[in-house]
């Protein structure tokens, strides 16, 4: 068996904006999610972007299981990297950083990137004075993990 760890942004209607579906991810196919960023519109349409972990044919089935519900699934095929060689450490990047991914280190006054927090949100890409943090493409497993068995 393989594990497999994916990031995806999830998208409900009204309609399935008050079920219990990403709960069942968890009770029905025993896997392990971790919510990066919600939110729910003022017309109850919802946006979600989880870590979604376990087993490879039962986060498949999970997410044909999101699908068959309405969801619709978008893959965070980005991630956020820092140019350390243009990083100036002023600091810019930590004040709206949402996950706190990125801070001061009092200490050494530089600027530490926690790559596992961040939610690739891109905050810090527009906000950087001399970008140094960017958005790359990132080749995941999401082809293999929306193959249909």
Not at 121 to 141: D, F, H, Q, W, Y
């Amino acid at each position: 068996m393989s594990e497999t760890k994916e990031t995806i942004c999830l998208s409900f209607p009204p309609d399935v904006s008050n079920q219990p579906v990403v709960c069942n991810l968890a009770r029905i196919y025993g896997l392990t999610f971790n919510i990066l960023k919600a939110r729910i519109s003022p017309k109850q349409e919802g946006q979600m972007t989880i870590e979604i972990i376990g087993e490879r044919d039962q986060c498949r089935q999970g997410l044909r299981y999101l699908r068959d519900h309405g969801v619709s699934i978008t893959p965070v095929a980005h991630k956020i990297r820092r140019i350390e060689k243009s990083c100036v450490h002023c600091g810019m990047c930590t004040a709206l950083c949402p996950t706190k991914s990125l801070r001061m280190d009092v200490a050494t006054r530089e600027v530490l990137f926690l790559r596992e927090k961040c939610s690739v949100c891109g905050l810090c890409t527009s906000l950087c004075p001399v970008k140094a943090m960017v958005l790359e493409t990132e080749n995941g497993i999401w082809e293999a993990l929306t193959e249909e068995a």
